[in-house]
């Protein structure tokens, strides 16, 4: 799902999901969007870029290894550093 900000041409903003942005593109063309606030059939995306919603169940990312400079970091236990 992608959550696009719309602009009608009254200049109102709204967010509204599509599937991706290929439905975005069918509905543009089909002229079914409009906006929730004045009914204007005259809209396209605003200019802010695209959140891509996370799906449901996937795992989160591991945290990054701690890493440490040659020379040591200072703050981990690791031993041998140079
Ligand atoms: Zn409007």
Same mark, same amino acid.
């Given at each position: 799902?992608?959550l696009?900000?719309?602009?009608?041409?009254?200049?109102?903003?709204f967010?509204?999901?599509?599937?991706?942005?290929?439905?975005? %593109?069918?509905?543009?063309?089909?002229?079914?969007?409009?906006?929730p606030?004045?009914?204007?059939? %005259?809209?396209?995306?605003a200019?802010?870029?695209?959140?891509?919603?996370?799906?449901?169940?996937?795992?989160?990312?591991?945290?990054?290894?701690p890493?440490?400079?040659p020379?040591?970091?200072?703050?981990?236990?690791f031993a041998?550093? %140079?």
């Open positions: 799902m992608i696009y900000s719309l602009q009608c041409a009254k200049g109102h903003v967010d509204e999901w599509f599937a991706n942005s290929a439905e975005y %593109d069918s509905r543009s063309a089909a002229g079914t969007l409009t906006c606030e004045c009914g204007g059939g %005259d809209v396209s995306k200019i802010m870029a695209p959140r891509v919603a996370k799906s449901a169940g996937e795992p989160a990312p591991a945290p990054a290894a890493t440490c400079m020379g040591g970091c200072g703050a981990c236990s041998g550093h %140079d």
